[in-house]
């Protein structure tokens, strides 16, 4: 019955091609609703079943399952999917139910963002090009995108979450140290694109060697914290979590605003 409610809901969002804006986000809603019934039918031990008419033909029926790790982190998580991110929400759900690493995703996403100009002319209609096109559409780096490394450490069945917010936060305050004199501010950039290239070459060494001569410039110690990014199993988190820091803006209180209601909304 509820699978029958929503589908229903869906059919009648006859309005959606002519109010684009302010129809797609509550289609979306209705669509993590449904994922998040599923996960608990996963977590329940009942195998869903989708049967789908096609014209006067026998029914076409398609079985749908997905992980216990899967379930887990959809239902725990999949509220605070980011609303600024919303047109690449199926090509999030591509990733997680074919398998794919939301790091990958989140490099993408990332690149489009640092590197804007390097992708001016990006063209093609593929999941990788949507995923960076949403990138540079990105007015601004907030702490919402910890949701793709909060999702896939789930997935991973790490523990270690408290790392995630401590690397976002220290990179923030990178970032602020830099921003104090106009001798270092400029060298933020370079640094930004250096820890990019890192990760995308999965270089633990590279990175380290860059936070080093990166604390050095500010002349503060390095936290010994970072040695937990030499492990393979943490690499990729806390590198993630910094870099989304270190590029991360203090909002206005417009946009606290936007994001507060944002967060009521998938309360």
């Given amino acids: 019955m509820e ?24 289609v979306v809603k209705y669509v993590l609703d449904l994922e998040k019934q599923k996960s608990s039918w996963v977590l329940q031990n009942i195998y869903f079943v989708e049967i789908e008419m096609v014209g006067d033909a026998t029914a076409n029926i398609y079985s749908f399952h997905i992980s216990p790790n899967l379930a887990e982190a959809i239902r725990k998580l999949i509220d605070h999917y980011p609303k600024n991110l919303q047109d690449i929400f199926s090509e999030f759900l591509f990733y997680i139910y074919t398998g794919q690493s939301l790091y990958e995703f989140l490099l993408l996403l990332l690149s489009g963002f640092i590197r804007k100009d390097s992708y001016k002319n990006l063209q093609g209609g593929t999941i990788e090009s949507k995923i960076v096109q949403a990138g540079r559409n990105m007015k601004y780096i907030s702490q919402n995108l910890l949701f793709f490394i909060n999702f896939q450490e789930v997935l991973n069945m790490n523990t270690q979450k408290d790392y995630t917010n401590w690397a976002f936060w220290t990179g923030r305050e990178l970032k602020k140290l830099y921003k104090e004199n106009e001798s270092t501010q400029k060298k933020l950039e370079p640094l ?21 001569r990166a604390y050095l410039e ?25 870099l989304i820091g270190l590029n991360s803006e203090e909002k206005s209180k417009e946009e606290q605003a936007n994001d507060e209601g944002e967060n009521s909304e998938s309360a």
């Fill in 3 to 26: 699978t029958y409610r929503l589908n229903l809901i869906l059919s009648t969002e006859k309005e959606i091609e002519q109010e684009k804006l302010g129809k797609v986000w509550s």
């Fill in 218 to 242: 500010v002349e503060k110690e390095i936290s010994y914290l970072f040695k937990e990014a030499l492990d393979d199993k943490n690499f990729s988190m806390i590198a993630y979590a910094f």
């Fill in 192 to 212: 930004t694109y250096r820890l990019l290239e890192a990760i995308r070459r999965k270089d633990k060494e590279y990175f380290i060697h860059n936070l080093i």
